[in-house]
């Protein structure tokens, strides 16, 4: 009888894993693997609506290209061909700052002439190579890191609105090293972010690469054309009966030497010889409670952050000006609730119909959990208000669609990579055992592709160990 690995979740990472682990195990038939959903679609919080000439997204609206894992597995699947790239438009981002949009600029020059920050808070960004160097390896927050290179007003700025907009989190309490861990290395390799621009631009120059694009330095935004579905359409048609959905992985338990019993909320138990749990840690740790339950300590202790995504459609006469950029962010406490706005249509060609105009905003996140609770039509009313703050937008939506993600972005908080040594102290008292997916190592799609054949190759390894 062969022996099976099992992957728990079928969202992007479960979904890539088993993509490479079955096409590793294609010529051997002493393996079987299986990947079991709990819901009954595929994706995770990857997924994308398209109705009334609207294309929405659930969750991410892209990925960069700077991940070649991520472009090779679009390549393997053969939708290359379908890869969407951004518009030029999507280089322009704004901030709202002191009751208006501003343009985030481009270069130095742009930044001192920019009204974002105070002259002095300019001033003080401009001083980052003479700032102090942290003196102890303690875990330091985001927004602590970036006072003490960049000063408090930067921080709180520009730093607080990109931790928004990645995920939808406090950058008093996430962690730099597990949330950025190329900015902590900069810092600890080259002692500063301005040094270690100048070493980086240098190896540029010697590559012949710019190393820019649309998307900001080091990428260019990607998508399909019909939106993200199409990663996770890709991936569930090349693994075909590989995934079972609607099977709900309630409790993992040890069968003896070098094996696990998977109960299910429904139906017969699965035996495995290999268990990767590519599901949120929310939902790996009551599963490995009677297994062991310092891994499950472990995983709870990895919060996630709520975000409702409210999606609002227009007709191109119901603007005054059409939306043209990438969109904006809003740092907390300039006054909006919303975190921040995409402009959809103006970022990828196809978002809708008929010269349309779609904007996404997202609310919620770690400094307003509460707000998911919220009814549609409160949500609604918020957006609206702080649309027509930001972007003197008054017009009625003639499209409405919102998602809600009640544990949407996981949060790296302090003492982070000591719960994930934590998790991995614990795995190697099961040898069979892996984990994978954003709760860990990465939250982005890029992250789970670029982990994913790694993860796979190491499965493969400890059921033939």
Known sequence: ?????????????????????????????????VCLEATDHPGGNIATASEDGYTCEWGPNGFLDNEPATLELVRDLGIEDRLLRSNQAAATRFIFRKGRLRRLPGGPGSFLASSILSPWGRVRVLGEPFAAA????????VFDFAARRIGREAAAILVDAMVSGIYAGNARTLSLEACFPKMWAMENEHGGLFKAMLARKREKAAEGSSGGGPAGPGGTLMSFRGGMRELIDGLAGAIGPVLRTGCRVSRIVSTGERGYRLQLSEGAPIDAAVVVLACPAWFAAPAVEALDPAIAEAMKAIPSAPVAVVHLGFDPGDLTHAPDGFGFLVPRGEGPRILGCLWSSSIFDGRTEKGRVLLTSMLGGATDPETIELPDDELVRITRGDLETSMDLEAEPR????????????????????????????????????????SYRGIS???????APGIAADAIHRLDA
């Open 445 to 451: 799609v890029n992250a789970c592709a670029a982990e």
């Open 134 to 141: 942290k003196k102890d390896e303690t875990d330091e927050s």
């Open 1 to 33: 009888m062969p022996k099976t690995i099992a992957v728990v979740g079928g969202g992007v990472s479960g979904l890539a894993v088993s993509f490479h682990l079955r096409r590793a195990l294609e010529d051997r038939d002493d393996v079987s693997v």
């Open 399 to 438: 499209y409405i669609r919102i998602f809600r993600h009640r544990r949407g972005i996981p949060q790296y908080t302090l003492g982070h990579l000591d719960r994930l040594a934590a998790i991995e102290d614990g795995l190697a008292r099961h040898p069979g055992l892996l984990v994978s997916g954003n």
